[in-house]
């Protein structure tokens, strides 16, 4: 799952992702490559494609540590190709370098901005308040769990086991009061110490995959887990749990416009996605983003 829970010690797990594309590069023909998302008229953005756009957009490789993070990628890159093709078909020019550019992110923000109508701000407290009554959704605050978090590479073997039965065989031991979740993020982090093991605070549950819907349907005290997403298999101790609830006015009016206009930005792109998408028939492979990882989809 995207790690939302740690700090961003990523190095281990980046450079075993791109030695992963690197030999999917080299060993197949480009032109056979399996695509990882496909568009309705055949073109298809594969494995070496992601690469390429990882050692362009150093922002997002942290993204790409598992499965759901790759999809998120993969959207991005398809909203830019027809962002790009948007723009031909508009006769938006183009600078000569970056003509034969399939991924042009920074044409693919000159092409939206064209398509999409301004979003401003509020102009004034007034102005603020009314949208603050007619969006609630826009001022919710999203469910929050205080997490225990134990994670371990899937390829792991802790004490000659591997990853996901050790921790399957420590939670059977936590039920049973023969051990502490304590005790089993501290032996954990003797295997792996790349991401923190145990409390993790307050976590916000504002996006969601598998993992996070099982998080988000937990009650407090409950284990979680062992799940495998992607090259990891965690388990999951919910602490504390709260739902989510909307704001008062008195809690947000001095942001309220600054999230009125964020709150545009992010459903004009959404809106605009998927109008794209449609058009250009969007199709994400979910079987080959688990051939990167070298396994089938993630317990559930």
Same mark, same amino acid.
């Given at each position: 799952?995207?790690?939302?829970? !740690?700090?961003?010690?990523?190095?281990l797990a980046l450079l075993a992702l791109a030695g992963l594309w690197a030999v999917s590069a080299a060993a197949a023909d480009p032109a056979a490559e399996p695509g990882l998302l496909r568009f309705s008229g055949g073109e298809t953005i594969t494995a070496s494609d992601l690469s390429r756009? #990882?050692?362009?957009?150093?922002?997002?490789?942290?993204?790409?540590?598992?499965?759901? !993070?790759?999809?998120?990628?993969?959207?991005?890159?398809?909203?830019?190709?027809?962002?790009?093709?948007?723009?031909?078909? *508009?006769?938006?020019?183009?600078?000569?370098?970056?003509?034969?550019?399939?991924?042009?992110?920074?044409?693919?923000?000159?092409?939206?901005?064209? #398509?999409?109508?301004? =979003?401003?701000?509020?102009?004034?407290?007034?102005? $603020?308040?009314?949208?603050?009554?007619?969006?609630?959704?826009?001022? *919710?605050?999203?469910?929050?769990?205080?997490?225990?978090?134990? *994670?371990?590479?899937?390829?792991?073997?802790?004490? !000659?086991?591997?990853?996901?039965?050790?921790?399957?065989?420590?939670?059977?031991?936590?039920?049973a009061a023969s051990t502490t979740f304590d005790a089993v993020a501290q032996r954990a982090d003797g295997v792996y110490r790349l991401e923190p093991q145990g409390d993790l605070g307050w976590v916000l549950l504002t996006q969601e995959n598998a993992v996070l819907r099982r998080l988000a349907?937990?009650?407090?005290?409950?284990?979680?887990?062992?799940?495998?997403?992607?090259?990891?298999?965690?388990?999951?101790?919910?602490?504390?749990?709260?739902?989510?609830?909307?704001?008062?006015?008195?809690?947000?009016?001095?942001?309220? $416009?600054?999230?009125?206009?964020?709150? =545009?930005?992010?459903?004009?792109?959404?809106? #605009?996605?998927?109008?794209?998408?449609?058009?250009? !028939?969007?199709?994400?492979?979910?079987?080959?983003?688990?051939?990167?990882?070298?396994?089938?989809?993630?317990?559930?």
């Amino acid at each position: 799952m995207r790690n939302r829970f !740690g700090n961003s010690r990523r190095a281990l797990a980046l450079l075993a992702l791109a030695g992963l594309w690197a030999v999917s590069a080299a060993a197949a023909d480009p032109a056979a490559e399996p695509g990882l998302l496909r568009f309705s008229g055949g073109e298809t953005i594969t494995a070496s494609d992601l690469s390429r756009y #990882l050692d362009q957009r150093i922002d997002l490789r942290g993204r790409a540590r598992d499965r759901w !993070g790759v999809q998120r990628v993969l959207r991005e890159m398809a909203l830019a190709r027809a962002l790009v093709w948007e723009g031909e078909r *508009m006769g938006e020019p183009r600078l000569s370098a970056e003509a034969s550019e399939r991924f042009d992110d920074a044409y693919a923000l000159a092409v939206s901005k064209k #398509l999409s109508p301004p =979003c401003e701000a509020p102009a004034d407290r007034a102005a $603020a308040r009314r949208f603050y009554e007619e969006n609630p959704q826009a001022f *919710m605050v999203p469910p929050m769990l205080r997490l225990g978090r134990v *994670m371990l590479p899937a390829s792991a073997q802790v004490e !000659g086991v591997a990853a996901r039965d050790w921790l399957a065989a420590q939670a059977r031991a936590m039920a049973a009061a023969s051990t502490t979740f304590d005790a089993v993020a501290q032996r954990a982090d003797g295997v792996y110490r790349l991401e923190p093991q145990g409390d993790l605070g307050w976590v916000l549950l504002t996006q969601e995959n598998a993992v996070l819907r099982r998080l988000a349907a937990a009650q407090a005290g409950e284990l979680v887990g062992p799940v495998r997403d992607g090259d990891f298999v965690y388990l999951f101790l919910v602490h504390e749990k709260r739902d989510g609830r909307p704001l008062a006015w008195d809690e947000v009016a001095v942001s309220a $416009a600054a999230r009125a206009l964020n709150y =545009c930005r992010e459903n004009t792109r959404k809106k #605009l996605e998927d109008a794209l998408f449609a058009k250009y !028939g969007v199709a994400l492979d979910d079987a080959e983003i688990d051939r990167l990882f070298g396994s089938s989809r993630s317990d559930e």
